[in-house]
């Protein structure tokens, strides 16, 4: 069985050597891919040096580099990890035993934080405010929705489309196997700080703002009808509130005095039924859209020697 380890990196000199060697060390029998996304400083050279197979992709953006990484490699097992030494590597051994014994297509490894300057708690309250918005909305997949430590099945990686193009791709990730009903689990993994020196390269508040952008896209495209369906709802309520003091004032004297206030009704709920009809119509388009990818899944051998 081959394993292929992929680590999308930028500007991690300071720590990809460390991962890299550790991904050797307890994972001897797996290929490391290291793909290098536009680094300044001597990533390259340090991860080479440290026995990856390096490769590049010129787009800027994790999401980008994933979907490259996800296209250019062949392997039955993939592990994806981040290359800032801060995800446990020796937890990955007991993730794919888990994925093949319970003939999972993902394992998401949910972060326990070693120390406080591991993981802030800025960053563990956003995690857990958009976790809880996806489960809300496609289901409970995982505890760690923002985890960068996964591993996958052949059939997910060469079934998912990989559309989105920075830290946004694990959103992306999960919610993909909430809307295609995938076998997924969780496995917990100790998470530490950086090397000194070493800086992050998420923003807090732009980032942030780009996963929920990303979630409301996310429901729109999987789930139209309820996207548009409480849009539709919302836009009746509107229109019957401003109803109301017209039919009174109808039903009291005869006469509709406040021919704005009557127009703007109407308006709302033509609204409404326009947005309804979208939610139906695109609702169709999806299920058909996930029927496609349910069949490229299938389609897929679950490993290279069934080809």
Known sequence: MKIAILIPCYNEELAIGQVVKECHKYLPQAMVYVYDNNSKDNTVQVARDAGAIVRSETHQGKGNVVRRMFADVEADVYVMTDGDATYDIASVPQMIDKLINENLDMVTGVRKSQSEQAYRAGHQFGNRLMTKIVHLFFGKQTEDMLSGLRVFSRRFVKAYPANSKGFEIETELTVFSASMRLPVADYETPYYARPEGSVSKLSTFKDGWRILKMIALLIKEERPLLFFGLGAVGLAVLSVLCAIPVIYEYWQTGLVPRVPTTILSVGLMLCAGVSLTLALILDSV?????????????????YQKEQ
């Open 286 to 302: 999806a299920k058909s859209r996930q029927e496609f990818r349910r069949m490229k899944y299938l389609a897929t051998p679950l």
